[in-house]
């Protein structure tokens, strides 16, 4: 887990941005535990409440879950909603900007598309 006290994201926001790119890279797979709010906290020394409120997010969209008395758990087809969810978010904020961008330039599609391939 990665997190910039420094940076303008908010903790929590940072937190369950690290816990979705974690399962993303199946370092949190489903159905399995990730630390507990105590580990999270001690570890960077910031507040439970923090974490809690970062973990919330990820229960309310149904990426973990919570286990009584037991912990946080990835739920199953977390992965698959997070990888469609930021499929639809790059399409949305570099794609259609880029097609945009390149319609002002009279750039093709298929120049575009030889520029990625050139570039890749």
């Known amino acids: 887990m990665n997190l910039e006290f420094t940076n303008d994201v908010p903790i929590y926001i940072q937190i369950a941005q690290s816990i ?4 993303l890279k199946d370092i949190f797979k489903e159905n399995e535990m990730i630390p507990s709010t105590t580990e999270i906290s001690v570890k960077y020394k910031i507040n439970p409440a923090t974490v809690a409120k ?5 229960v309310n969209e149904g990426i973990i879950y919570k286990r009584r008395g037991i912990g946080m758990f ?3 087809g977390s992965k698959e909603l997070l990888i469609n969810r930021r499929k639809e978010r790059f399409f949305n904020d570099y794609i259609i900007s880029l097609l945009d961008e390149a ?18």
């Open 103 to 120: 319609k002002k330039l009279n750039i093709s599609k298929e120049d575009v598309i030889k520029m990625i391939q050139r570039e890749v």
């Open 54 to 58: 970062g973990f919330n997010i990820l």
């Open 74 to 76: 990835v739920s199953e």
């Open 20 to 23: 979705e790119d974690s399962i």
